[in-house]
């Protein structure tokens, strides 16, 4: 049981640095992706800028995290299931 719940620990941090990645790639590239026109959003301005300082350290540990937890994840359960 212990195994199931630090795979699963380690799949939502690596999902959650691929978010990262995404939306401060994106804010990178096109400022106003995700700003409305007739809106201000304090808290979307702050995430954005958060997300575009750690875009790249972001995903360099979120996407190798998620792919490798991932895996391990289906091993266990293709050797729970045999």
């Known amino acids: ?3 199931k ?3 699963a620990v ?3 941090v690596g999902a959650l640095l691929i ?3 995404a939306v401060g790639l994106t804010c990178e590239k096109n400022p106003g992706a995700f700003m409305s026109r007739y809106r201000y959003n304090r808290s ?6 958060f997300c575009v300082n ?3 350290p972001a995903g ?3 996407i190798p995290t998620f792919l490798v ?9 293709g050797k729970e299931k045999t």
């Open 69 to 77: 937890s991932l895996i391990l994840s289906l091993v266990r359960e």
């Open 19 to 21: 978010v990262i990645f």
């Open 54 to 56: 750690w875009w790249l």
């Open 44 to 49: 979307l301005e702050l995430f954005c800028a």
């Open 5 to 7: 719940k630090s795979g």
């Open 60 to 62: 360099i540990i979120g």
């Open 1 to 3: 049981m212990k195994g």
């Open 10 to 12: 380690a799949i939502f």
